[in-house]
């Protein structure tokens, strides 16, 4: 049974789920606005949250971490200078 198990597998394999997960976090972060699913809009509110916290820590481990999920280096910038610090 499925119970207690979080997240969504979007009929994907967990590589191509992890990928697209990630250049959608990155295009919410860049454009402020994309165009999606429901389902998806809800999985990758999950990590686009968490990029948040990371950019409210602002120390370096949290700049690598960040990092580690963005593809773009301006928009781990924009993260940290911009949207982090108006939550």
């Known amino acids: ?3 207690l198990k979080s997240g969504r597998k979007l009929n994907r394999s967990a590589s191509h789920r992890k990928a697209m997960l990630s250049n959608l976090a990155t295009s919410i972060l860049d454009k402020e606005r994309v165009t999606t699913t429901v389902a998806k809009a809800k999985e990758v509110r999950r990590v686009v949250e968490r990029l948040i916290t990371y950019g409210k820590r602002g120390n370096l481990h949290a700049i690598r971490l960040a990092a ?3 593809k773009s280096e301006s928009v781990v910038k924009k993260l ?3 949207i982090a610090p108006a939550y």
């Open 68 to 70: 580690r999920t963005l």
């Open 1 to 3: 049974m499925r119970h």
């Open 80 to 82: 940290f200078d911009d």
